[in-house]
């Protein structure tokens, strides 16, 4: 609903790692799209590691606040998570939909 806020979560799999302190180096940006328009998009920030048990699948997501800007409709999320170490990044989409 409109001014609800939207969580999501999401496995980041095989990261590289640092040959030294044998953890990964990730960053992440979340953007919103209705259709070809970007409605928002966030900085990158650094996925945090400490508490994670597997560092091949590490576990992370977000909660956005669906504010005024977000009318009624149908929307994609879009997830950019960069690998600093391995030199690459993963893309994935999810489609939602606002209501009042």
Excluded: C, M
């Amino acid at each position: 609903h409109q001014g609800t806020s939207l969580v999501f979560g999401y496995t980041i799999y095989n990261a590289a790692l640092n040959k030294t302190t044998r953890v990964p180096k990730l960053t992440t940006q979340t953007l919103i799209f209705r259709g070809a328009e970007k409605i928002y998009s966030s900085e990158a920030v650094p996925v945090e590691t400490a508490d994670q048990t597997d560092l091949q699948r590490i576990a992370t997501g977000a909660r956005l606040q669906l504010g005024p800007v977000l009318t009624p409709g149908e929307y994609v999320l879009q997830i950019v998570v960069d690998d600093q170490i391995g030199k690459r990044s993963a893309t994935q989409w999810a489609q939602f939909e606002v209501v009042r």
